[in-house]
């Protein structure tokens, strides 16, 4: 999406250009993404040429990670009920902070995981909605993210940041649907999908999310995220009435944007311009 004539241009960010990391992806030298932040905050992208569906790639400095995603987020703190449904007996907790640049994107999303490492997500395409059952129902989108993502960028990204707290519950289940042990390393699981249930906190907002983000051949990622649905019913029936409160599906870069007032103050947000240097 081209920047409109006359638009003041804060930095410009080219990623996956074979300057950067040719040396590491044979597939690199077939595309380059090149994104456009603008002094507004709004992130651009003005080229986007994506090769072949991926599979986890790594190397000592960067993974690309290709999922297939659906998730819903509610307003209010995570019900006791709920939390207590999906962490069963096999459920890994993790507490952290993730700092988000706010650009007014959906299709976008930069962030700081623990305030740290950057990372980068870009969906490449938005499907037909599914019905789940139980009330469940969305679009499923087709994400890719680079981690660590400053091997990627050119210039320090710049702009309005601000600080999700979250309190994430998450499972693993094969492609099968089996119930399988949780790694953050992908590699140990050719395919599969992540389930998780989160209370976020945004200043003075609260929510919380249910999400599926499956992985794998791009074939496959579909069933997967339906299987492990199918597991987590099948094992605990679902607290009642489940699907009316997941309200409206989407990532959190809409989530974000619909939630997030333009006048901080309004919302008692805390936007942090310099969270590159925590």
Request: glycine share 8%; hydrophobic share 40%; net charge positive.
């Amino acid at each position: 999406m081209p920047l409109a004539r006359g638009s003041p241009v804060a930095e410009t960010v080219r990623l996956c250009s074979a300057r950067s990391v040719g040396k590491t992806f044979d597939a690199v030298h077939r595309w380059e993404l090149i994104v456009t932040v603008a002094e507004s905050g709004l992130v651009h992208v003005l080229d986007a040429r994506m090769p072949e569906p991926a599979q986890p790639r790594r190397s000592d400095a960067l993974s690309v990670l290709d999922t297939t995603e659906l998730r819903w987020f509610v307003r209010g703190p995570l019900p006791a009920d709920i939390r207590g449904w999906f962490i069963g007996s096999t459920g890994i907790v993790e507490e952290r902070c993730d700092t988000y640049l706010l650009n007014g994107r959906v299709d976008i999303g930069l962030k700081r995981r623990f305030r740290e490492t950057l990372e980068l997500k870009v969906r490449q395409s938005l499907d037909v909605p599914i019905e789940l059952g139980e009330g469940l129902a969305g679009s499923l989108e087709m994400w890719r993210k680079w981690s660590p993502a400053e091997g990627l960028v050119e210039d320090g990204t710049k702009g309005r940041w601000v600080d999700v707290h979250k309190s994430v519950v998450k499972r693993r289940f094969s492609m099968a649907g089996n119930e399988i042990a949780f790694s953050p390393d992908l590699q140990v699981t050719v395919a599969g999908c992540d389930v998780e249930v989160a209370g976020v906190t945004v200043g003075a907002v609260q929510a919380w999310t249910f999400a599926f983000a499956a992985f794998g051949p791009p074939a496959t990622r579909r069933d997967a995220l339906l299987a492990s649905w199918q597991s987590l019913v099948a094992a605990t029936p679902c607290p009642e009435p489940f699907g009316p409160r997941t309200g409206r599906a989407m990532g959190y870069p809409k989530w974000l944007t619909l939630t997030i007032s333009p006048n901080p103050a309004e919302r008692g947000i805390r936007h942090n311009s310099a969270a590159r240097s925590r």
